[in-house]
C-alpha cells in the first residue's frame, strides 16, 4: 500500500515523463529507446571513448577483493582496479596501433610457464607437467561453468593485461637508445669542472614585508602554469570529537568491582569462591566476565607487568596481587606455580608432516596415523643410537631450513616455537628426546643445551577492560547534542567552540574515496557526506565514530579543474616572492666589475672552486644547480649577473674551465644514459596516459557525483 500511495503522490510526474518520451518518438522514433536507455547510467568512465561499465568494473573488483581478502580496504581496492583497467584499455590501444594484439595462444604459452600450474599435481604425467591435462581440466570446468572457471578465467585475464604490458614495455624500450654523440656530452658535462669568483645576495636579505602580492598575481601566475595546479575535486570540513572516555569515578568504581572478587562472597544465599581459594580458573574467569583468557604459558619476571613484577617474583604460590591498573585493564594476578627454567636452549628435531598439517605439500601423502608411527619408529632409532640423529634430520626432515644443520637449533628464547615444541625443550633436561605433535606434524626432538635457569611463575589474572560507564557515554552524547543543537539554533560553529572552550580540528583537501579522516581515522561516512549533493558549504550533521562522537561542518568545496586561488596561495607565495625579491636585487646589483656589484649589494667576493654539474653544489651557498649550469656554460674572465638561483642572486666571473681527459671509446656512456631511458618505461606509459582522453566518473559507483 505504500508503494502505491508513492506512485499515486508522483503520477504526475510519471505522466510528465512519459510524455516528453513519446513526444521525441514522434519527431525521431530511435530516440526512444535512447531516452530510456541505461547506458550512461551503467556507464562510469571511459578511457579514448572505450567505455567503463559498471558491470565491467564490479566484476573486476570482487575478483580482485577474492583474490587478495580482507588484506586491502574497499576504497584501496577500487583506487588498484579502477587504475588497473585505464592501464589496460590504454595499453590495448597502444598495441592495436602497433598492429599487435595478444591472443589466446600468448595467454595459453604463458599459462604453461607458470611455476604453480607446472607443479600442480593435476597437470603431472609421472612427474613432469602435462599441457594435455591441463587443456582437459580447462575444458572440463569450462563446460560446468562455475566459480572454478570463473577464478581461471580472472587469472588467464590478468595473464593477459601482463602480457600486454610487457609487450608494451619492451616495444617503447627498444626505441629508447642513445648515440655515441650522447654519451661523449654526457661525460663533458658531468666531469668539466669550473672555478671563479661569485658574488651571492641571499632572498633572505629583503625582508618579506616589503613584497607586495595581490590575488590577482596568484591567479595570474596559477593561468600561466595550469598544468602544475590541476586538482581534484575535494572538500575541507572542521570538526569537534566527542570522545567517550572513563571518567576517574568510572575507574574507582570498576576498581572496587575487581577487588571484591579477591575474597570468597555469598550471593543469593550461595557461596561463591574468589581468586584465593578458586582453583577451576577457567571457570572463575568466564563466570566473572574476565576480558582476559587463561593464558597457561611461564612468565619470566620481564613478561609480568612491570607495575606488579616485583612483587609477584617476591611472592609464593596461592599469592593474590591487585587489582592493579596494566595496559588500558584493571587486573588481578594469582600465582598458580613457581619453577625453574632456562630462559634460552638448544635442540635438534625431525619434522614428520601428515595430510592436512601446516606443513604439508603436495608431495605429503601419509596419514596422521601414519605420520605418528614413523615419528615413533625414528625416535626409537635415535635412542639407541644418538648419532643418527643428524643424518636422519637430513634425510627425513621436512623443515629444509633446519635440516642441512642436522635438524639443529641454536641457541632459542622461550617464547620463539609453538606451544608443545617449546615445553618439551625447556621443561625437560639437555639430552632428552622424545616426539610431540603441532600444528605443523611430529617433532622427534632432542635437547642439546639449556642455560640461564631462572624463576619462572604461572599466573591466572582476571582482568577488565576500563571503559566509561553507561552515565558516562550518555553524558557525552547529551555533550554533542547539545552542540549541534546550537548549530541548528543559527550559532557560527566556530563560535559555539568558543563558547564551550572545545577544540576544532580541520581536514583539509578530502577527496571522494578516501577513507581516513585526518584525527579521526577510517571513518567513510563522514567523506561520503560531505560529497552529498545536498551538503552545501556550513552544512553539519553529527556522527557515531569509534570512541565517541563527531560534529563536522562543511567549510569549503573545490571542483575539479585548476586549483582556487585561495589554496593556491601556500605554494605560489613563495615563488613569487622570491621573483619579485630577485628584481630587486638585481636592480641593486650595479656595476661592471665583481668588486663593484659586491659594494653596491653590501655583499664579499667569494671563491668558487671546482663546481661540477655532477654535484651542483656551492660551497657556503648549497645546492643551485641553475647556477652551476649558468657556470658551465659561461665564457671565461666574463662577468656575469642577474642569474637567479633557488636561494639568491648571483653575479660570477669563472676564471677557468678544466675539462676531463678525452676517451678513446664513449660506449660505456652511451649505455648509461640509453638504461636510465630503458628504466623510465614507466614515466613513458604516464605521458601517453597525460595524453589519453580520460573519462573518471568512478565515485558515481559509490554514490558520489
Known sequence: MAILSKIRERSMF????????????????????????????????????????????????????????????????????????????????????????????????????????????????????????????????????GQEWAAWQNYMASLKSNI???????????????????????????????????????????????????KSDIENYINKHQDAYQVEASRDINFVKFNIEPTAEDEEALKAEIASLIEDSEVNNTSVKGLKNATNYHEFLEENNSDLGLDTNYKFKVQVPQVIAEDIFNGKEGDVFGPYKDAGFFKLSKITEVK????????????????GSAAADATVVKSEEEA??????????????????????????????????????????????????????FEGKTGDMGVVKSQFGFHVIKIDGQKNFQPVVKLATYGRKIEASEETEDAVFQKAETFALELANGKAFEEVVKEKNLTSLPAVGLKSLDENVPGVGNERQIITWAFEPETEEGSYKRFDVEGGYIVAVLTAKTAKGLMPVDKAIATVRPILTNERKAKMIEDKMSGSTLEEIAKSASQSVRVATDVNLQSPTISGVGFEPKVVGAMINAKENEV??????????????????????????????????????????????????????????????????
Do not use: C
Not at 340 to 355: E, R, T, V, Y
Not at 391 to 397: Q, T
Not at 405 to 421: E, L
Open 372 to 425: 605418528k608411527a614413523t615419528a615413533d619408529s625414528l625416535l626409537a632409532v635415535v635412542k639407541a643410537n644418538k648419532s643418527k640423529f643428524a643424518d636422519l634430520a637430513k634425510e627425513m626432515s621436512s623443515d629444509q631450513g633446519s635440516a642441512e644443520k642436522g635438524g639443529f637449533y641454536d641457541w632459542f628464547a622461550y617464547n620463539r616455537m609453538v606451544p608443545s615444541f617449546r615445553d618439551f625443550v
Open 340 to 355: 625453574q627454567l632456562p630462559d634460552s636452549a638448544q635442540a635438534s628435531h625431525i619434522l614428520i608432516p601428515f595430510m
Open 640 to 705: 656575469v649577473k642577474n642569474v637567479a638561483g633557488d636561494k639568491g642572486v648571483f653575479a660570477f666571473v669563472i676564471e677557468k674551465k678544466e675539462e676531463p681527459t678525452a676517451l678513446p671509446n664513449y660506449d660505456t656512456f652511451r649505455k648509461r644514459i640509453a638504461a636510465e631511458r630503458q628504466n623510465k618505461v614507466f614515466q613513458m606509459y604516464e605521458a601517453v596516459k597525460k595524453a589519453s582522453d580520460i573519462e573518471d566518473n568512478m565515485s558515481s559507483f559509490y554514490g558520489i557525483q
Open 164 to 214: 600486454e604490458k610487457t609487450t608494451y614495455d619492451k616495444l617503447v624500450a627498444a626505441g629508447l637508445g642513445a648515440s655515441l654523440k650522447e654519451g661523449e656530452a654526457q661525460y663533458l658535462t658531468e666531469n668539466t669542472k669550473v672555478s671563479g669568483k661569485y658574488v651571492y645576495v641571499p632572498y633572505s636579505t629583503i625582508a618579506d614585508s616589503l613584497v607586495t602580492l595581490k
Open 14 to 145: 510519471l505522466i510528465l515523463v512519459i510524455g516528453l518520451a513519446l513526444f521525441a518518438f514522434v519527431l525521431d522514433p530511435s530516440t526512444i529507446s535512447d531516452f530510456f536507455s541505461a547506458n550512461k547510467v551503467n556507464e562510469i568512465g571511459a578511457v579514448n571513448g572505450e567505455s567503463i561499465s559498471r558491470q565491467e568494473f564490479a566484476e573486476a573488483l570482487e575478483a580482485y577483493k577474492a583474490q587478495n581478502g580482507n588484506r586491502i580496504s574497499e576504497m584501496q581496492a577500487a583506487k588498484i582496479v579502477w587504475e588497473s583497467l585505464i592501464r589496460q584499455k590504454i595499453y590495448e590501444k597502444q598495441l592495436e596501433e602497433a598492429g599487435i594484439t595478444v591472443g589466446e595462444a600468448d595467454i595459453m604459452n604463458a599459462l604453461y610457464e607458470t611455476p604453480n600450474v607446472q607443479n600442480d599435481p593435476r597437470f603431472l604425467t609421472s612427474g613432469i607437467f602435462d599441457k594435455n591435462k591441463l587443456k582437459e581440466h580447462l575444458a572440463t570446468i569450462r563446460e560446468e561453468n
